[in-house]
């Protein structure tokens, strides 16, 4: 029980200083490439290494939550859509949108998770 509040804890801070850092809009010159990630994953030891990271995947989350947002926004505009009703290729753009939105939602899921637990080995 103790554990699940530091995780949910650790993710809404995470959101809060992710939210934070979008507003502001300013480039983030220290991006990790994905080379630099599966280094970093390989060697961390340090709080500020698996801070490093948690905050990769606290990035990763919220670009997957707004491509899952993109996709419900076009499953919606699909639907809305009078004209293409009678289309027969409707059903499948749909499915094929609403797959993606649980495609991302998950893997927004996933970077969070990951997030949180870089964030715990940080403390």
Not at 95 to 114: G, I, P, R, W
């Amino acid at each position: 029980m103790k554990r699940t509040i530091v995780i949910l804890s650790s993710i809404v801070v995470l959101a809060i200083v992710a939210l934070a850092s979008v507003a502001q809009a300013q480039p983030n010159p220290q991006k990790l490439t994905k080379q630099q990630l599966n280094s970093l994953i390989a060697t961390a030891k340090t709080p500020a290494e698996h801070r490093r990271i948690a905050e990769y995947y606290s990035a990763k989350a919220l670009d997957y939550q707004a491509q899952a947002k993109e996709h419900e926004q076009m499953v919606a505009a699909y639907k809305a859509n009078s004209s293409l009703s009678t289309n027969k290729n409707q059903a499948s753009t749909i499915s094929h949108c609403e797959y993606f939105v649980t495609t991302f939602e998950a893997l927004a899921k996933n970077s969070q998770e990951l997030a949180a637990e870089h964030e715990q080995m940080a403390t």
